[in-house]
């Protein structure tokens, strides 16, 4: 007869109830419980062998415990919920670390040692501005491997033209090589959620923009995709000699931001960051 499951490795509905789990629409959590779903998300990442990972809104522990059953130097978890934090504290691997802290405030370039990653079912909530600030230090980073919601998904891996593509769209492919890895459906959550969601690959370009062209670029896209239907010469006026930054990189004036390939939005960066 076999013995008692030791911690850690008992079903996750038995944890979710033995802490009482509920998820909290407040918190944007949307457990992942399946293992093999959990293993596939971590098989994304690639080979994780002596690399130091990062995971935010771990909950439960689902994709934690599959993070773990690779060979990976350590994991550093980040979760607000003090019940998933008690959930977490049941994993016995000296490779993990457990935060209760906000992810938005902390610094993973600086916790963590290189080479370090992002892997995490981001909670939807905070997904797109947690993005944003691993973007602003993309260098730091090896790879993110991250889990969205697909209309954001959809957002960070659009062509130019289309209805999806925007600032996200030219921020994350000027940054990094991007591509959705993976697809699943609402079921493979609990509680489901209203939107498909989508594994999104994003490894950051050899060469990264210095800081004065970052902030120009950001600032060229707020501007560019403000207000979207007004032509550039419009909606790029707020940045100052709209009309003469456009002529210096050989875009016409009467085109829209959404019609912009990266490279032409790359280039007006650099125009603007030189005029400083």
């Known amino acids: 007869m076999s013995g008692p499951r030791p911690p850690g490795s008992q079903p996750l509905r038995e944890?979710?109830?033995?802490?009482?789990?509920?998820?909290?629409?407040?918190?944007?959590?949307?457990?992942l419980l399946d293992p093999a779903i959990c293993a596939r998300i971590a098989a994304c990442a690639g080979d994780l062998s002596g690399r130091h990972v990062l995971e935010v809104g771990p909950g439960p522990g689902g994709l934690t415990r599959a993070l773990l059953a690779t060979p990976l130097a350590s994991l550093t978890a980040i979760e607000l919920d003090p019940?998933?934090?008690?959930?977490?504290?049941?994993?016995?691997?000296?490779r993990l670390t457990v935060l209760q802290r906000d992810a938005l405030g902390f610094d993973g370039a600086k916790a963590l040692p290189a080479p370090r990653q992002v892997v995490a079912n981001l909670p939807y909530n905070i997904g797109t501005p947690l993005l944003l600030g691993w973007l602003r230090q993309a260098?730091?980073?090896?790879r993110l491997t991250l889990m969205f919601q697909q209309e954001v998904a959809e957002r960070i891996t659009a062509a130019p033209g289309t209805?999806?593509?925007?600032?996200?769209?030219?921020?994350c492919q000027w940054l990094c090589r991007c591509r959705v890895l993976m697809h699943l459906p609402p079921g493979a959550f609990f509680p489901p959620p209203a939107v498909h969601s989508a594994v999104v690959g994003l490894e950051p370009r050899p060469e990264q923009p210095s800081a004065p062209l970052l902030a120009a670029m950001e600032r060229l896209t707020a501007a560019a995709f403000g207000q979207r239907r007004k032509m550039l010469r419009a909606s790029l006026r707020?940045?100052?000699a709209a009309?003469?930054?456009?002529?210096?990189?050989?875009?016409?004036?009467?085109?829209?931001?959404?019609?912009?390939?990266?490279?032409?939005?790359?280039?007006?960066?650099?125009?603007?960051?030189?005029?400083?």
């Open 163 to 171: 209805a999806a593509y925007g600032r996200l769209s030219v921020l």
């Open 83 to 94: 019940r998933a934090v008690a959930a977490l504290g049941e994993i016995a691997d000296p």
């Open 15 to 31: 944890v979710l109830a033995r802490h009482g789990l509920r998820p909290r629409k407040a918190l944007g959590q949307h457990f």
């Open 139 to 142: 260098g730091a980073w090896e």
């Open 238 to 240: 707020p940045l100052g």
């Open 243 to 276: 009309e003469a930054l456009l002529a210096a990189a050989g875009i016409a004036g009467d085109r829209r931001g959404e019609t912009l390939s990266v490279e032409e939005f790359a280039t007006l960066a650099r125009h603007l960051a030189e005029r400083g």
